[in-house]
């Protein structure tokens, strides 16, 4: 078996797709830090659950999690590699992304609070994925700010994610009483 460690990122430097190295807190790595966060912990939700639906959905998101984390780790001098290698995130995805809520949001009544995470296990761990992406999409819209983003899709797409992600969540848990899902009200 071929050992997995290099030894090259003992410094604190680790290498780019298709070249170049940056230190291991640059912006980008951070960026893809939180991505492949966010896409561990969907696998734990897709691990737990018991539907098929998200499932299927969550899988394609961990898919496009990895097309995100390719761009991310690109700077553009080697943009057009990436491009004639992978799959870039484009707007079919972010539509995509739209139709997926809005599908699964017609078979859901969200309750009119603030919803607690911890209803499900699977919902929980959905829960933890949006919160991880939303800190990469602020990371992202700093790499943005910094003309380190290529692909302003990106942004658009991460900020559909999230929202989908909360979905999901709530689809996974759309048959448990209210009550156990919201926070505290006034008069409560």
């Known amino acids: 078996m071929k050992k997995i460690y290099t030894r090259r990122g003992d410094k604190g430097e680790t290498g780019l797709l298709f070249g ?8 980008r790595l951070v960026a893809c830090g939180l991505v492949d966060e966010a896409n561990s912990a969907l696998g734990l939700a897709r691990a737990m659950t018991k539907e098929h639906t998200l499932q299927k959905v ?4 961990q ?24 799959k870039v995130i484009d707007a079919d995805m ?6 997926t809520m809005d599908q699964l949001a017609e078979q859901i009544d969200l309750p009119g609070a603030f919803i607690i995470p911890g209803a499900t296990l699977s919902g929980a761990a959905m829960d933890l994925a949006r919160a991880t992406l939303r800190r990469a999409e602020r990371e992202v819209v700093t790499l943005h700010q910094e003309n380190l983003l290529d692909n302003v899709e990106i942004l658009r797409y991460m ?14 848990e759309r048959c448990l009483p209210p009550e156990i899902l919201t926070g505290v009200r006034k008069g409560s």
Request: aromatic share 10%.
């Open 20 to 27: 170049g190295r940056v230190p291991k807190n640059h912006l």
């Open 58 to 61: 969550i899988l394609e998101i």
């Open 63 to 86: 898919r496009t999690l990895f097309v995100v984390g390719a761009e991310l780790a690109t700077t553009s001098k080697f943009r057009t590699q990436l491009e004639d290698t992978f």
């Open 94 to 99: 972010t539509k995509w992304a739209e139709a």
């Open 159 to 172: 900020n559909r994610l999230t929202d989908l992600l909360f979905i999901l969540a709530r689809y996974q």
